[in-house]
Protein backbone atom coordinates (compact mmCIF):
# COMPACT_ATOMS: atom_id res chain seq x y z
CA UNK A 1 0.00 0.00 0.00
CA UNK A 2 3.05 2.14 0.44
CA UNK A 3 4.48 1.81 -2.80
CA UNK A 4 5.74 4.95 -3.86
CA UNK A 5 5.88 6.37 -7.35
CA UNK A 6 9.24 6.89 -7.40
CA UNK A 7 9.60 3.09 -7.15
CA UNK A 8 8.57 2.13 -10.21
CA UNK A 9 8.61 5.29 -12.29
CA UNK A 10 11.80 7.06 -13.40
CA UNK A 11 12.08 10.27 -15.96
CA UNK A 12 8.69 9.20 -17.13
CA UNK A 13 9.32 5.99 -17.74
CA UNK A 14 8.03 2.74 -15.62
CA UNK A 15 11.17 0.21 -14.53
CA UNK A 16 10.85 -3.45 -15.82
CA UNK A 17 12.37 -4.87 -12.72
CA UNK A 18 11.50 -2.80 -9.04
CA UNK A 19 13.15 -3.76 -5.75
CA UNK A 20 11.06 -2.80 -2.19
CA UNK A 21 11.92 -3.24 1.30
CA UNK A 22 9.19 -5.84 2.51
CA UNK A 23 7.56 -3.68 5.71
CA UNK A 24 7.07 -7.44 7.33
CA UNK A 25 11.29 -8.62 7.32
CA UNK A 26 12.91 -5.04 6.24
CA UNK A 27 14.30 -7.63 3.41
CA UNK A 28 14.73 -6.53 -0.47
CA UNK A 29 12.21 -7.96 -2.53
CA UNK A 30 12.06 -8.01 -6.70
CA UNK A 31 9.88 -7.85 -8.99
CA UNK A 32 9.05 -7.53 -12.60
CA UNK A 33 6.13 -5.46 -14.09
CA UNK A 34 5.32 -6.78 -17.58
CA UNK A 35 4.78 -4.09 -20.38
CA UNK A 36 0.71 -4.10 -20.00
CA UNK A 37 1.48 -3.29 -16.22
CA UNK A 38 4.24 -0.74 -16.88
CA UNK A 39 1.56 0.86 -19.72
CA UNK A 40 -1.43 0.91 -17.21
CA UNK A 41 1.20 2.10 -14.30
CA UNK A 42 2.32 5.09 -16.54
CA UNK A 43 -1.22 5.73 -17.86
CA UNK A 44 -2.16 5.90 -14.46
CA UNK A 45 0.66 8.07 -12.48
CA UNK A 46 0.01 10.36 -15.52
CA UNK A 47 -4.04 11.17 -15.05
CA UNK A 48 -5.42 13.91 -13.12
CA UNK A 49 -6.32 11.86 -9.61
CA UNK A 50 -2.24 11.21 -9.42
CA UNK A 51 -1.42 14.88 -9.86
CA UNK A 52 1.86 15.20 -7.10
CA UNK A 53 0.88 11.95 -5.35
CA UNK A 54 3.80 10.16 -3.87
CA UNK A 55 1.91 7.02 -3.24
CA UNK A 56 0.91 4.49 -6.12
CA UNK A 57 -2.09 3.51 -4.05
CA UNK A 58 -3.50 7.21 -2.55
CA UNK A 59 -6.13 7.36 -0.21
CA UNK A 60 -9.48 9.42 -0.59
CA UNK A 61 -8.70 10.55 2.78
CA UNK A 62 -6.75 13.67 3.43
CA UNK A 63 -5.28 12.53 6.53
CA UNK A 64 -3.89 9.55 5.11
CA UNK A 65 -1.13 9.47 2.21
CA UNK A 66 -2.31 5.85 0.72
CA UNK A 67 -4.86 3.41 0.98
CA UNK A 68 -4.80 0.92 4.48
CA UNK A 69 -4.85 -2.60 3.83
CA UNK A 70 -8.47 -3.05 4.86
CA UNK A 71 -9.07 -0.35 1.84
CA UNK A 72 -7.24 -2.85 -0.85
CA UNK A 73 -9.61 -5.65 0.70
CA UNK A 74 -12.62 -3.79 -0.37
CA UNK A 75 -11.28 -2.82 -3.71
CA UNK A 76 -10.41 -6.47 -4.19
CA UNK A 77 -13.94 -7.91 -3.03
CA UNK A 78 -15.67 -5.03 -5.11
CA UNK A 79 -13.58 -6.07 -8.54
CA UNK A 80 -13.72 -9.62 -7.64
CA UNK A 81 -18.18 -8.89 -7.25
CA UNK A 82 -17.87 -6.82 -10.61
CA UNK A 83 -16.28 -9.86 -12.40
CA UNK A 84 -19.04 -12.16 -11.45
CA UNK A 85 -17.40 -14.25 -8.71
CA UNK A 86 -17.68 -15.36 -5.43
CA UNK A 87 -15.93 -12.56 -2.86
CA UNK A 88 -15.68 -14.61 -0.01
CA UNK A 89 -13.72 -17.09 -2.33
CA UNK A 90 -10.85 -14.46 -2.78
CA UNK A 91 -8.66 -12.14 -0.99
CA UNK A 92 -5.55 -10.01 -0.87
CA UNK A 93 -3.04 -12.38 0.15
CA UNK A 94 -4.32 -15.47 -1.39
CA UNK A 95 -3.48 -14.05 -4.62
CA UNK A 96 0.00 -13.56 -3.26
CA UNK A 97 0.21 -17.00 -2.85
CA UNK A 98 -1.69 -18.02 -6.07
CA UNK A 99 0.98 -16.68 -8.31
CA UNK A 100 3.80 -18.82 -5.89
CA UNK A 101 2.06 -21.52 -6.49
CA UNK A 102 1.74 -21.24 -10.05
CA UNK A 103 5.26 -20.39 -10.78
CA UNK A 104 6.45 -23.42 -8.43
CA UNK A 105 3.83 -25.63 -10.26
CA UNK A 106 5.03 -24.91 -14.23
CA UNK A 107 8.71 -24.62 -12.67
CA UNK A 108 9.42 -27.32 -9.80
CA UNK A 109 11.91 -24.46 -8.76
CA UNK A 110 11.28 -23.83 -5.10
CA UNK A 111 14.55 -21.93 -4.86
CA UNK A 112 12.92 -19.48 -7.33
CA UNK A 113 9.45 -19.01 -5.23
CA UNK A 114 11.27 -19.09 -2.26
CA UNK A 115 13.54 -15.37 -3.63
CA UNK A 116 10.36 -14.09 -5.20
CA UNK A 117 8.83 -14.60 -1.84
CA UNK A 118 11.74 -13.05 -0.31
CA UNK A 119 11.49 -16.16 2.83
CA UNK A 120 14.71 -16.69 4.18
CA UNK A 121 14.20 -20.33 4.67
CA UNK A 122 13.16 -22.82 2.00
CA UNK A 123 10.88 -24.41 4.75
CA UNK A 124 9.08 -21.03 5.12
CA UNK A 125 8.08 -21.48 1.66
CA UNK A 126 7.26 -24.88 1.65
CA UNK A 127 5.02 -24.12 4.06
CA UNK A 128 3.63 -21.46 2.51
CA UNK A 129 2.76 -23.35 -0.39
CA UNK A 130 1.73 -26.00 1.59
CA UNK A 131 3.38 -28.29 -0.60
CA UNK A 132 5.04 -31.51 1.07
CA UNK A 133 8.71 -32.19 1.57
CA UNK A 134 8.88 -34.93 -0.84
CA UNK A 135 6.76 -33.25 -3.56
CA UNK A 136 9.59 -30.40 -3.18
CA UNK A 137 12.24 -33.16 -3.49
CA UNK A 138 11.02 -35.21 -5.78
CA UNK A 139 10.39 -32.48 -8.18
CA UNK A 140 13.57 -30.68 -7.50
CA UNK A 141 15.11 -34.56 -8.35
CA UNK A 142 13.34 -34.68 -12.17
CA UNK A 143 14.74 -31.24 -12.32
CA UNK A 144 18.41 -32.51 -11.82
CA UNK A 145 17.83 -35.84 -14.52
CA UNK A 146 15.76 -33.15 -17.00
CA UNK A 147 18.92 -31.00 -16.66
CA UNK A 148 21.45 -33.78 -17.16
CA UNK A 149 19.29 -35.14 -19.65
CA UNK A 150 19.80 -31.78 -21.86
CA UNK A 151 23.71 -31.99 -21.15
CA UNK A 152 24.00 -34.92 -23.23
CA UNK A 153 25.19 -38.26 -21.27
CA UNK A 154 27.43 -38.64 -18.42
CA UNK A 155 30.88 -39.83 -19.33
CA UNK A 156 32.24 -42.73 -17.17
CA UNK A 157 36.35 -41.89 -16.33
CA UNK A 158 38.09 -44.50 -15.54
CA UNK A 159 39.82 -45.37 -12.18
CA UNK A 160 43.08 -44.66 -13.57
CA UNK A 161 42.00 -40.97 -14.55
CA UNK A 162 40.55 -39.87 -11.49
CA UNK A 163 42.27 -41.77 -8.91
CA UNK A 164 40.42 -44.69 -6.31
CA UNK A 165 37.07 -45.35 -6.10
CA UNK A 166 36.29 -42.54 -3.10
CA UNK A 167 33.14 -41.31 -5.14
CA UNK A 168 34.55 -38.06 -6.01
CA UNK A 169 34.41 -37.44 -9.88
CA UNK A 170 33.15 -40.84 -10.82
CA UNK A 171 30.74 -40.15 -13.24
Known sequence: MKLDVSDLVKDDRVRERVSVIQSKTKRPVQFELTENTRESVLAWVKSP???????????????????????YGWLVRDWVTAIGLEPSGYGTHPFRRTKAAEIYRKTGNLRAVQLLLGHTKVDSTVRYLVVELEDALGIAER???????????????????????CGVGRW
Do not use: K, W
Not at 49 to 71: D, G, L
Open 49 to 71: EMFACRFMFPSRFHYRPHISTRQ
Open 143 to 165: NDIREALANGPAVRHSEAEVGPS
